[in-house]
């Protein structure tokens, strides 16, 4: 049995491969995620940034867009108090699953120590909580902010007829500019976990056993979203872009 496991086991070419690819897409994100983190600190005109977390980020311009009038929602300690509370979820989320029996522990397959897609509430309590309720969140907020948007374009519209073309295509973009953050939300939270929660459902509904390379390609995938994510983080801060590619300028 143990002869017949092994040799339907990827061959070691397959993890070098895969084990590199993330590596080498943590080092890019871990990249972006310090330069982020330096520019914000060192310059004062981005240290309104808030860049932290997407749900943190969704919130915040929900707070500055809708509820603006309510100015101690736009200060300074109101966004530190929501780090501290994802700091604290953050840290607790994990803590879970050390107290279900099977859970966490070396999975052959991958060969990697991870909470198992064999443990169906572990690995499905890790994905609403890690990467869907976040996800919801920032669409929910998303797209609140743009219908917000279409509704005041459309009563200035309704109002004054002779609007300046140039504000109804600004209001236009930032509608664009919305939707294209959505869509980021959704595709570096798909990268991230749908290879991982087809994994779960495969081992809890089928009978046919899973094959072996998609152990690993749900973890790698997943290491993958998260460094999409501090790199759309860092494309999507216009003033930190352009701080960075003054510097590049003079460097060169």
């Given at each position: 049995m143990?002869r017949n496991l ?6 070691d070419l397959?993890?070098i491969i895969?084990f590199s690819?993330a ?5 890019i994100?871990?990249?972006?995620s310090?330069?982020?983190i ?11 940034a808030?860049?932290y977390s997407?749900s943190?980020?969704s919130?915040s311009?929900?707070?500055f867009?809708?509820?603006y009038k309510r100015r ?13 509370f994802?700091?604290l ?8 699953p050390?107290f ?21 509430l ?11 309720i976040?996800?919801c969140?920032?669409i929910?907020?998303?797209?609140s ?5 279409r509704q005041s374009t459309?009563?200035i519209l309704?109002?004054d007829?002779n609007?300046n073309?140039y504000?109804t295509?600004q209001?236009a973009?930032?509608?664009?500019k919305?939707?294209r ?5 959704i595709v570096?939270?798909s990268c991230?976990?749908?290879?991982f929660?087809?994994n779960?459902f ?9 094959p072996?390379p ?11 979203g998260?460094s ?6 860092f494309?999507?801060n216009?003033q930190?872009k ?11």
């Open positions: 143990s092994e040799s339907n086991m990827p061959s397959f993890y895969n690819c590596i080498i897409a943590s080092i994100g871990l990249t972006f310090f330069t982020l330096i520019i914000i600190i060192t310059n004062q005109q981005c240290h309104t808030v860049c997407f943190i980020q919130l311009r929900l707070f867009v809708i509820h101690y929602l736009l200060t300074w300690r109101t966004h530190v108090i929501m780090i501290i994802n700091w979820i953050s840290s607790s989320i994990p803590m879970v050390l279900i029996d099977g859970s966490l522990g070396f999975e052959k397959e991958s060969r990697t120590c991870i909470v198992k897609t064999n443990a169906f572990a690995a499905i309590y890790c994905m609403i909580m890690i990467i869907g976040p996800l969140v920032s929910m907020v998303y797209c902010i743009l219908y917000h948007v459309y009563r309704r109002s007829q609007i073309k504000l295509i209001n973009k930032r509608e664009l919305l939707v953050h959505i869509l980021i939300q570096c939270a991230g976990g749908i290879i929660l087809i779960v495969w081992q809890a509904l089928s009978e046919i056993p899973l072996k998609m152990y690993l390609l749900g973890i790698n995938l997943t290491t993958m998260v999409l994510m501090t790199i759309a983080h494309m999507l216009t930190v352009k701080i960075v590619c003054r510097y590049s300028c003079n460097c060169c």
